[in-house]
């Protein structure tokens, strides 16, 4: 017969000892997982602010470019060329941000990690928000003045 060099009791205390922790593994996972899905959805949401603008971004460069092409003043016409390069920084920035976002796994670094996402598309839904901004003024300004 096989002898056992731990006797029943110290099963059950190892065993008593042994499940808190498993279910504190477990809760820290779930709380995990809950704070990463919180931050994934604030990014998610910045993007879905700002995706339906890029059509904007892209008609505003559209007009402006055909402004310029036209543009006898060339001051009018520098202003011009530096909202293009505005619009069409802020279209490339969403393309590349889209390119190098990634889902996060279930790790302590996800959290670093999606922090970082949101402030980059935050910083990126400003630029928009702003090239936009500046190109609609600049665009009533011409249409006004007859430029």
Request: proline letters at 2%; one cysteine or more.
């Given at each position: 017969m096989f002898h056992i060099p731990f006797s029943t009791n110290k099963v059950c205390l190892l065993f008593a000892f042994m499940i808190p922790i498993f279910f504190a593994c477990k809760n820290d996972r779930k709380l995990l997982k809950k704070n990463i899905d919180e931050r994934e959805q604030a990014v998610l949401k910045m993007h879905d602010e700002v995706m339906p603008k890029m059509s904007k971004v892209l008609s505003l460069r559209k007009q402006l470019n055909?402004?310029?092409?036209t543009?006898?003043?060339?001051?009018?016409?520098?202003?011009?060329?530096?909202?293009?390069y505005q619009l069409t920084k802020s279209d490339l920035d969403m393309m590349a941000w889209?390119?190098?976002?990634?889902?996060?796994?279930?790790?302590?670094?996800?959290?670093?990690?999606?922090?970082?996402?949101?402030?980059?598309?935050?910083?990126?839904?400003?630029q928009v928000y702003s090239s936009i901004e500046n190109a609609e003024a600049v665009n009533k300004e011409g249409k006004r003045v007859g430029k």
């Open positions: 055909a402004q310029i092409d543009c006898k003043n060339q001051a009018w016409k520098d202003s011009l060329q530096q909202l293009s889209m390119h190098q976002y990634q889902k996060p796994g279930l790790h302590d670094s996800s959290i670093v990690y999606l922090e970082r996402q949101l402030e980059l598309i935050a910083e990126l839904k400003r």
